[in-house]
Structure formats: structure tokens, C-alpha cells
């Protein structure tokens, strides 16, 4: 029969590494929800902006448009095997006329990855 010490050590560990999650958790003071989509703040960060244009250019690619990419309106990541970024982007077609659209990439920083998995119009 294990004694009660031995027993307790895996529940132990398990509680401090769920106090060192929720220590290293996003500044809003609540824990990431695990899956869910977060929003990202800074909009007009260099990453950020690389994912979008991304995102419009290789929309251009599969589609054979031209659309232009202008700005960032919002931005929200997602943790799986990588992070998905969920970008709304507003972009002019070849006659100049913006349009807002919404686009998920897939990225695998440590693979070199990315991918462009939906691009839509955002209804108005």
C-alpha cells in the first residue's frame, strides 16, 4: 500500500502547474480561455499587419483578384497545433472601392508555416 505523501505528490504538482498558468495569465487578470479565440489589442503590430497582408495576397493568388490590403480593423488569435489569427481587413478592389473582409490564417512559427484557411466579405 502507498502512503498518503506518495499519493498526494502527482495532485501536488498538478496544482503548481496550474498556478503558474493562471500567474502567466493575459493582463485582463482572467485565465486564456483554452481553444477560444482572443482579441488582439494591438492591431497595428508588425505581425499582425504581415498576417493580413498575407492573407489578401494569397487571396489574390487563389482567386486571381486584386485586392489591395489598407488596414487592420480587428485582430483575435486562437491556440491549436500553432495559432490561428481571425483578421477583419479592409482592402480596395481594382476600382478603388473598400470593402471589409474576414480571413483566418493558420501559422506554425517554429515550422516556417502559414496558411490562409478562409477569406469572406464581413457583411455591413
Known amino acids: 500500500m502507498r502512503s498518503l505523501p506518495v499519493l498526494l505528490l502527482p495532485l501536488l504538482l498538478l496544482l503548481l502547474l496550474l498556478l503558474l498558468h493562471l500567474a502567466n495569465a493575459s493582463d485582463s487578470g482572467k485565465p486564456p480561455l483554452v481553444g477560444g479565440w482572443q482579441p ?45 489569427y481571425r483578421v477583419v481587413v479592409e482592402a480596395k478592389d481594382h476600382n478603388g472601392k473598400l470593402a471589409k473582409y474576414e480571413a483566418v490564417v493558420w501559422e506554425k512559427t517554429w515550422e516556417g508555416f502559414r496558411q490562409l484557411t478562409s477569406f469572406k466579405p464581413v457583411k455591413s
Open 40 to 84: 488582439i489589442k494591438n492591431t497595428s503590430d508588425p505581425h499582425v499587419q504581415e498576417i493580413a497582408s498575407f492573407a489578401v495576397s494569397e487571396h489574390n493568388k487563389a482567386k486571381q483578384t486584386d485586392l489591395v490590403f489598407q488596414k487592420v480593423v480587428k485582430a483575435e488569435s486562437q491556440v491549436v497545433a500553432g495559432t490561428n
